[in-house]
């Protein structure tokens, strides 16, 4: 076989063999109790996407050196069948996060698009928010790497000034804290774990704790900006009702679960948030010394990918 | 310009949630600052920027998006929008709307809105938390007197 075309299905397989197993973990710590603790959103991140991460950074800073320096040149070998069904399932992976992710950059994109024509700016709590005239009462943050707040002018006049002012500081939250961004790389991540319910119970509370995060940072625990939000979620959540009845086409009732605990949330006395079990700082030293720790070990390295070569033949 | 053989094409809004690409969104623009139908030739004079051919193929994909109305004009085709601007970008987004809070799309779509979308509303449900906003407001002005 070409050195080229074992290459790739070396980096593939390896991909595809870190990412099922770091799948399998992230798994049975999650059902082994993590589920049922409170944990705040950076951990719930970090675990939806340790097995996309973390495969990639194995493979790029241990096998590709370790596999480079220790094969030798012009050899050619053939591989195992269990090298190319691991490459196959890799391949397969990744290009449905790559259709995933472009699917969910073009509908912001085109959301965007369309808004960009119509309705007007408005500066609400020091950002600009793009208001549209549509019957839905929509207010969001749309768009991954630079997004933009929308909002309908059905939102602004059912709220008053300093409710409007608190549903954009909430969007604004979800803007510095880059949410989008993370979505699209929950959305993009291409591992074993996307196949798996624990994958969509991990996003949803991710999204879960991510707005509530957004609450706390944008009512800076003020009691009255806290009232102000969870009387917008209300009157947004009845607009949603209205909308509803105005067009019948329209199947999206409103998460009455969601808005509850955020309302009662809001109105009960600020609590801390989780305390934060991995912090970024953490997580980049990890990535950064895994290399380096690495490198002794390259020639083990090589022998475990020959392994995996022949493995079957 | 008459429209003597105006072509008859479906009521429904084809278009929708499929979203305007920038030159399709220019070339409406121009049609609805003029207000009549208009031919290639005339809509290619104002972007000279452009291949004839490139305004005659956004034009046609405009067509089959349901958004402009075509007549024969002579040996072309003038064209003319079919909803005013204000309607048509407002049903543009609002489709997006629709398509983007959709259950199955929940999953794949980089939004984070206000309120998800996807339960039930429970007006008695909404009326009691309404009700709670209300008594922790009146507490909170009793306490600042």
């Given at each position: 076989m070409n050195s080229a075309v074992m290459l790739g299905l070396v980096l593939l397989g390896t991909y595809g063999l870190t990412a099922l197993v770091l799948s399998g973990l992230v798994v049975l710590v999650w059902n082994a109790g993590l589920k049922q603790k409170a944990v705040g959103s950076t951990e719930l991140l970090v675990l939806r996407l340790l097995p996309a991460a973390g495969g990639l950074l194995v493979v790029l800073t241990v096998v590709l050196p370790a596999f480079l320096s220790h094969e030798p040149h012009q050899q050619r070998e053939a591989a195992g069948p269990v090298l190319v069904v691991l490459a196959a399932l890799s391949f397969l992976a990744l290009a449905l996060g790559g259709w995933r992710s472009w699917q969910a950059f073009r509908t912001a994109r085109s959301l965007l698009g369309n808004c960009g024509p119509a309705g007007r700016w408005v500066v609400a709590g020091g950002q600009k928010v793009k208001v549209v005239n549509v019957p839905e009462p929509f207010v969001a943050v749309v768009g991954g790497w630079r997004p933009r707040i929308v909002a309908t002018e059905c939102v602004i006049s059912a709220c008053s000034e300093e409710e409007f002012q608190q549903v954009i500081a909430h969007e604004a939250a979800h803007v510095s804290a880059r949410d989008n961004l993370k979505q699209l790389l929950v959305i993009a991540?291409?591992?074993?774990?996307?196949?798996?319910?624990v994958a969509a119970d991990l996003t949803r509370r991710w999204r879960a704790a991510a707005e509530l995060e957004a609450d706390q940072r944008a009512t800076e625990n003020d009691p009255r900006k806290r009232v102000a939000l969870a009387a917008a979620l209300i009157k947004v959540a009845r607009a949603w009702g209205a909308a509803q009845r105005v067009r019948p086409v329209l199947s999206m009732p409103v998460a009455s679960d969601d808005v509850e605990a955020r309302v009662r949330k809001l109105l009960a006395p600020p609590d801390p948030l989780?305390?934060?079990?991995?912090?970024a700082k953490a997580v980049a030293w990890c990535a950064l010394l895994i290399p380096v720790a690495a490198l002794p070990l390259y020639s083990c390295v090589h022998k475990l990918v020959e392994a995996l070569v022949r493995l079957g033949l | 310009m008459r429209h003597p053989q105006r072509e008859k094409v479906g009521?429904?809004?084809?278009?929708?949630?499929?979203g305007l690409g920038p030159l399709e969104t220019r070339l409406l623009e121009l049609l609805w600052v003029e207000k009549c139908a208009l031919t290639v030739r005339y809509l290619h004079m104002a972007f000279p920027d452009l291949a004839y051919t490139t305004v005659m193929t956004t034009l046609d994909r405009l067509y089959r998006k349901g958004l402009v109305l075509r007549h024969k004009h002579g040996r072309a085709f003038a064209y003319q929008p079919r909803y005013a601007r204000d309607r048509l970008l407002s049903e543009l987004i609002s489709g997006h709307v629709t398509d983007l809070l959709g259950v199955s799309r929940e999953s794949t779509v980089v939004l984070s809105t206000l309120v998800r979308a996807v339960g039930r509303t429970d007006t008695a449900l909404l009326d009691e938390l309404d009700a709670l906003v209300q008594a922790e407001r009146s507490r909170l002005k009793l306490g600042e007197k």
């Amino acid at each position: 076989m070409n050195s080229a075309v074992m290459l790739g299905l070396v980096l593939l397989g390896t991909y595809g063999l870190t990412a099922l197993v770091l799948s399998g973990l992230v798994v049975l710590v999650w059902n082994a109790g993590l589920k049922q603790k409170a944990v705040g959103s950076t951990e719930l991140l970090v675990l939806r996407l340790l097995p996309a991460a973390g495969g990639l950074l194995v493979v790029l800073t241990v096998v590709l050196p370790a596999f480079l320096s220790h094969e030798p040149h012009q050899q050619r070998e053939a591989a195992g069948p269990v090298l190319v069904v691991l490459a196959a399932l890799s391949f397969l992976a990744l290009a449905l996060g790559g259709w995933r992710s472009w699917q969910a950059f073009r509908t912001a994109r085109s959301l965007l698009g369309n808004c960009g024509p119509a309705g007007r700016w408005v500066v609400a709590g020091g950002q600009k928010v793009k208001v549209v005239n549509v019957p839905e009462p929509f207010v969001a943050v749309v768009g991954g790497w630079r997004p933009r707040i929308v909002a309908t002018e059905c939102v602004i006049s059912a709220c008053s000034e300093e409710e409007f002012q608190q549903v954009i500081a909430h969007e604004a939250a979800h803007v510095s804290a880059r949410d989008n961004l993370k979505q699209l790389l929950v959305i993009a991540s291409p591992d074993a774990l996307s196949w798996t319910r624990v994958a969509a119970d991990l996003t949803r509370r991710w999204r879960a704790a991510a707005e509530l995060e957004a609450d706390q940072r944008a009512t800076e625990n003020d009691p009255r900006k806290r009232v102000a939000l969870a009387a917008a979620l209300i009157k947004v959540a009845r607009a949603w009702g209205a909308a509803q009845r105005v067009r019948p086409v329209l199947s999206m009732p409103v998460a009455s679960d969601d808005v509850e605990a955020r309302v009662r949330k809001l109105l009960a006395p600020p609590d801390p948030l989780p305390p934060k079990l991995v912090s970024a700082k953490a997580v980049a030293w990890c990535a950064l010394l895994i290399p380096v720790a690495a490198l002794p070990l390259y020639s083990c390295v090589h022998k475990l990918v020959e392994a995996l070569v022949r493995l079957g033949l | 310009m008459r429209h003597p053989q105006r072509e008859k094409v479906g009521i429904t809004f084809r278009g929708r949630g499929s979203g305007l690409g920038p030159l399709e969104t220019r070339l409406l623009e121009l049609l609805w600052v003029e207000k009549c139908a208009l031919t290639v030739r005339y809509l290619h004079m104002a972007f000279p920027d452009l291949a004839y051919t490139t305004v005659m193929t956004t034009l046609d994909r405009l067509y089959r998006k349901g958004l402009v109305l075509r007549h024969k004009h002579g040996r072309a085709f003038a064209y003319q929008p079919r909803y005013a601007r204000d309607r048509l970008l407002s049903e543009l987004i609002s489709g997006h709307v629709t398509d983007l809070l959709g259950v199955s799309r929940e999953s794949t779509v980089v939004l984070s809105t206000l309120v998800r979308a996807v339960g039930r509303t429970d007006t008695a449900l909404l009326d009691e938390l309404d009700a709670l906003v209300q008594a922790e407001r009146s507490r909170l002005k009793l306490g600042e007197k």
